[in-house]
């Protein structure tokens, strides 16, 4: 008679939750933004989606004559928006109108997201290490300084990353059959409506499937991102009037037109590279990864590595293109790392030393400057604490992309961004008494003193009062 096979230990759904907390709190209580876009691309157009009011920037902007438009337009798709707009309207069925209570609602679905990656990085821990030392794992991933960052942010980098963590923990688990795999591809799939470049991250994936013979999985999916790609041309025909008119313009403007690079900036090719030594334990994982374990762990590992060489190749760059590289390598890294770390601290107080400082090496980034730190956090947070009695708003030291929108204004009300007191914004806030309330941004240091000077007696000399100073932001009021 032979024995059952061992049961799994059941998943820590509520450890797991704890270890998503950082990420969220980090966003909800800081505030501020890591880019523009995780206000603009997200909350701003949910907002006007839900009222009539917000920003709209061109991205979503519709030509008088689309059939004659030259240039791409409608470039992103209405999934996250959409989704994000309903909570918005349902919170206000039940009383949580207010711009933290929206934040927060903004928040749920994204945080349920975070959760599921980072069950899929235990999981896929499990299999790796075992039990014991999955547990360590989980919280390294978690803790990593740019999932802290990103984790919880309103931007389409954010919810793709989750998207392929899960997405390809499901195509790694050979033993669990056609519907991981299946489930697997749809998630790779809604990575792609959720932002477009993850392309990137799933074609080197789906390449390595090939490459390594595994046809089954590749098979099943190819059919789970085959429904994500219905989706995703339904609602561009919905809401575009076209089937994928939103990914068709993506690709004319980022790669045929070269549009995107001759707005924004090219750089070269080797810009990435520093960034990749954002995760010291990652890189010590993957030398372990690719000298010790089976062959099937590469998968995570060929997708971050061509997702990282295509970016490369591409002329516009961005430091926030390369996050889903540094989180699949982190998560392919660490149970290496875990498991080396483990072997190590037995064989003496050198080793330990080594395990230590190798482990700490990911909080360091909490603590210096990188491309990743939330800006204007204090902005933001002195523009939420004046809404109540807001009916006007004047923002100095900020030009449109910079500011917190009409999200973080929290109504529709006048309200503008200037550089210098003799801008027509201010100028024109000085005389309109709709205009009660001010927030002054200071770019900090010695010669920006005079500046911060002359622009808070221009404040004075309209009848504002200084009611509060946080670092680098100040509050005004009449």
């Not at 995780?38 to 519709?62: C, D, K, M, N, T």
């Not at 374990?293 to 997702?307: K, Q």
């Not at 230590?356 to 603590?367: K, Q, R, S």
């Not at 900020?398 to 929108?405: A, D, M, Q």
Request: net charge positive.
């Amino acid at each position: 008679m032979t024995s059952p096979p061992p049961s799994q230990p059941r998943t820590p759904w509520a450890e797991i939750a704890l270890a998503a907390l950082p990420a969220a709190l980090h966003a909800l209580l800081l505030l501020g933004r890591l880019h523009p876009d995780e206000v603009f691309q997200s909350l701003e157009i949910a907002l006007h989606r839900a009222y009539g009011f917000g920003v709209v920037p061109w991205e979503w902007q519709v030509p008088q004559n689309p059939a004659a438009a030259t240039q791409p337009w409608g470039i992103r798709n209405y999934s996250v928006p959409m989704i994000f707009s309903a909570l918005f309207k349902a919170g206000d069925a039940i009383g949580l109108g207010s711009v933290m209570a929206r934040r927060t609602l903004a928040e749920l679905p994204q945080f349920l997201l975070h959760v599921a990656m980072l069950g899929a990085v235990w999981r896929l821990s499990l299999r790796r290490v075992g039990a014991s030392l999955a547990r360590a794992c989980l919280w390294l991933v978690a803790l990593y300084a740019p999932l802290v960052w990103f984790g919880a942010r309103t931007m389409s980098e954010s919810f793709s990353t989750a998207f392929l963590v899960w997405g390809l923990e499901r195509l790694d688990a050979e033993d669990e059959g056609p519907r991981a795999w299946a489930w697997g591809g749809l998630l790779l799939g809604l990575a792609q409506v959720t932002r477009y470049g993850s392309a990137a991250v799933i074609v080197p994936a789906m390449i390595w499937l090939l490459v390594a013979r595994r046809w089954r999985p590749f098979a099943f999916a190819a059919l789970g991102g085959a429904v994500a790609a219905f989706g995703l041309g339904l609602l561009d025909q919905l809401t575009w009037g076209e089937w994928f008119h939103s990914l068709i313009h993506y690709v004319r403007f980022n790669l045929v037109s070269g549009a995107a690079a001759a707005q924004f900036g090219a750089q070269p090719w080797w810009t990435y590279l520093p960034g990749l030594l954002l995760s010291p334990s990652a890189v010590v994982g993957l030398f372990l990864v690719v000298r010790r374990e089976p062959p099937r762990t590469t998968l995570f590992i060929a997708a971050a590595l061509g997702y990282a060489a295509i970016i490369s190749a591409t002329a516009h760059k961005e430091a926030r293109f390369l996050y889903p590289a540094l989180i699949l390598l982190t998560v392919a890294g660490t149970p290496a790392f875990v498991a080396w770390a483990g072997e190590a601290w037995k064989r003496g107080t050198a080793r330990r030393v080594a395990v230590i400082t190798l482990g700490a090496a990911g909080l360091v980034y909490f603590g210096v400057p990188t491309p990743y730190d939330v800006q204007r956090k204090e902005q933001f947070q002195l523009v939420v604490k004046a809404n109540p009695g807001m009916t006007g708003l004047v923002i100095m030291n900020e030009g449109l992309w910079g500011s917190p929108g009409f999200f973080y204004v929290g109504k529709n009300l006048p309200w503008c961004p200037c550089d210098f007191p003799h801008d027509g914004c201010f100028q024109m806030a000085a005389r309109d008494p709709r205009f009660n309330r001010g927030v002054y941004w200071s770019n900090g240091g010695e010669a920006e003193k005079p500046r911060d000077e002359s622009s808070k007696a221009a404040f004075e000399a309209a009848g504002f009062r200084l009611v509060e100073q946080r670092g680098q932001a100040s509050l005004f009021e009449r």
